[in-house]
């Protein structure tokens, strides 16, 4: 059997697995906070026919061997998180984060889990959550009296009460960051996990030691470039089509061989 077959297979596989991230980036192309994903691919194992260097006569060396690759294999989807561009709202709950660090949040069954999406909500309580309930970590709770609502750069919030003159603070908004943020794990709704190859999460104080400043009244936006990833789908599609020519030269080469006569 020709090792072309195989080979060719293995790049029509890549590719479709190249074709599949770039429809889930573009899927989120207007996800809050999305970070884009990439493949990485790593050609396979190589059959050796002939050694460089073998000696030949007179004490020459042959000076390039021979070696058949037997194709690719996507080896890493790495999340790229690189800033979103920054959209205006003008929404006093609504936070950015400037540069590096992740909001925590905590979720029913006690565990943590980090975003970039600062599309934050007020719950029945005046809890500070995220879209889907989750309260931040730690919890900020917004008093019912309050008549306004402020989210320094250094994550203090504060209010006003009627009457008051002076602002009160009920809390500090803390973001985390990782040594290795390509290794969390996705989990959907805008979260992540860490994992060991992330690394512990590093709580810091926003602003200070390399953690990013917070913004109120502005979301990060997906970081998908839609060109760019239309160029890299005709890439994928035509690298897709091209292995499936060399399958259909390699079955014409067979059918040549098979209707050989003596």
Same mark, same amino acid.
């Given at each position: 059997?020709?090792?072309?077959?195989?080979?060719?297979?293995?790049?029509?596989?890549?590719?479709?697995?190249?074709?599949?991230?770039?429809?889930?980036?573009?899927?989120?192309?207007?996800?809050?906070?999305?970070?884009?994903?990439?493949?990485?691919?790593?050609?396979?194992?190589?059959?050796?026919?002939?050694?460089?260097?073998?000696?030949?006569?007179?004490?020459?060396?042959?000076?390039?061997?021979?070696?058949?690759?037997?194709?690719?294999?996507?080896?890493?989807?790495?999340?790229?998180?690189?800033?979103?561009?920054?959209?205006?709202?003008?929404? !006093?709950?609504?936070?950015?984060?400037?540069?590096?660090?992740?909001?925590?949040?905590?979720?029913?069954?006690?565990?943590?889990?980090?975003?970039?999406?600062?599309?934050?909500k007020l719950d029945t309580d005046g809890r500070l959550t995220t879209s889907d309930g989750f309260p931040i970590e730690p919890e900020i709770v917004v008093p019912d009296d309050s008549v306004d609502f402020s989210i320094g750069s250094?994550?203090?919030?504060?209010?006003?009460?009627?009457?008051?003159?002076? !602002?009160?603070?009920?809390?500090?908004?803390?973001?985390?960051?990782?040594?290795? !943020?390509?290794?969390?794990?996705?989990?959907?709704?805008?979260?992540?996990?860490?994992?060991?190859?992330?690394?512990? !999460?590093?709580?810091?104080?926003?602003?200070?030691?390399?953690?990013?400043?917070?913004?109120?009244?502005?979301?990060?936006?997906?970081?998908?470039?839609?060109?760019?990833?239309?160029?890299?789908?005709?890439?994928?599609?035509?690298?897709y089509e091209t292995n499936s020519k060399a399958i259909q030269a390699s079955d014409d080469m067979l059918q040549t061989a098979n209707n050989l006569r003596r």
């Open positions: 059997m020709m090792r072309s077959l195989w080979t060719a297979a293995s790049g029509m596989m890549g590719q479709q697995t190249k074709i599949d991230t770039i429809s889930n980036n573009l899927a989120n192309v207007n996800t809050t906070g999305f970070k884009k994903s990439r493949v990485d691919f790593q050609d396979l194992l190589y059959q050796t026919l002939k050694f460089a260097g073998t000696p030949t006569t007179a004490g020459a060396q042959v000076p390039t061997g021979i070696q058949i690759g037997h194709g690719v294999r996507p080896v890493a989807t790495q999340r790229v998180f690189s800033q979103g561009t920054f959209q205006q709202t003008d929404n !006093p709950l609504d936070v950015v984060i400037e540069g590096d660090g992740f909001f925590q949040i905590l979720l029913p069954d006690g565990g943590i889990r980090y975003t970039r999406d600062g599309a934050f250094d994550g203090t919030v504060t209010i006003m009460r009627p009457g008051l003159n002076e !602002p009160e603070t009920i809390g500090q908004i803390e973001i985390v960051r990782f040594v290795n !943020p390509a290794g969390l794990k996705s989990e959907g709704r805008n979260l992540f996990t860490a994992t060991a190859a992330s690394g512990d !999460p590093m709580v810091g104080t926003p602003g200070l030691d390399g953690f990013g400043v917070l913004a109120q009244g502005f979301l990060e936006m997906s970081n998908v470039q839609v060109v760019e990833e239309m160029v890299s789908m005709i890439v994928a599609q035509r690298a």
